[in-house]
């Protein structure tokens, strides 16, 4: 399994921006099959994914919450993946984890319907306060 590090925990203010970084080791984020994802989990509340990214064909899936406001992009070169997050509101503090599976399956499946993911982060801290 790959190992996933977030980085870019922070204390902003609403409407500002924030990016957050997932460096991934123990493999290539070009390897087939692979569905690179954001997560998070709010203070009291079930964890609920946020966005995703597949290694096969680039496709993009995003949360309906977040939709709009936050971009998932990836570096090969770096073996990174990202997740910028504008226009951020008080309702999106949260633990951000980076998330990773290989069994191929439709980015809409993991974030929608949670299918699960096989390897993860430990999280980082987004407080979104005034």
């Known amino acids: 399994q790959v190992q996933l590090q977030e980085s870019g925990p922070g204390l902003v203010k609403p409407s500002q921006t924030l990016s957050l970084t997932c460096t991934v080791s123990g493999g290539s984020i070009t ?16 964890r609920e994914g946020v966005s995703c990214i597949s290694s096969n064909d680039g496709s993009l899936y995003y949360a309906e919450s977040v939709k709009g406001r936050f971009t998932i992009s990836r570096d ?4 990174t993946v990202y997740l910028q997050m504008n226009s951020l ?19 809409s499946g ?13 999280g980082t801290l987004v407080t979104v306060s005034s």
């Not at 319907?113 to 430990?122: A, D, Q, T």
């Open 31 to 46: 390897t087939s099959y692979y569905a690179w994802s954001w997560f998070r989990q709010a203070p009291g509340k079930e």
């Open 76 to 79: 090969n070169a770096k073996n």
């Open 89 to 107: 509101k008080p309702e999106d503090t949260a633990i951000y984890y980076c998330a990773a599976d290989r069994r191929g399956y439709s980015c």
């Open 110 to 122: 993991y974030i929608r319907y949670n299918y699960g993911m096989n390897s993860w982060g430990k």
